[in-house]
Nanobody, 121 residues
């Protein structure tokens, strides 16, 4: 499966952005999807994940209540709506896919290129 993230940009603190991840290739809509991010000088960290059906989601504590992950399987696209953005959210955001049910802490084998999100104070 191939993944392409888009939608990043520069936004002021308190603003919003919506990221998209378009999947193609083998069975793109039958995989658990996730968003990760990596800030300069830091390790990559989990942000959110969503089950194949879209009914189950998981979030990092740092984004709960501000970010929402969703998916449209008819378009093979996963979204990350980010509200109340803070400078600490500045990072390159990556989408990832994995076969199998959503399990917190699961590993992801398929990764797309990231999209830069910069939040100014």
């Amino acid at each position: 499966v191939q993944l392409q993230a888009s939608g990043g940009g520069l936004v002021q603190a308190g603003g919003s952005l919506k990221l998209s991840c378009a999947a193609s290739g083998r069975a793109p809509s039958s995989r658990t999807m996730a968003w990760f991010r990596q800030a300069p000088g830091k390790d990559r960290e989990f942000v959110a994940s969503i089950s194949v059906s879209g009914l189950n989601t998981d979030y990092a504590d740092s984004v709960k209540g501000r970010f929402t992950i969703s998916r449209d399987n008819s378009k093979s696209t996963t979204y990350l709506q980010m509200n109340e953005l803070q400078p600490g959210d500045t990072a390159v955001y990556y989408c990832a896919a994995q076969t199998g049910p959503l399990v917190p802490g699961m590993k992801f084998d398929h990764w797309g290129r990231g999209t830069q999100v910069t939040v100014s104070s």
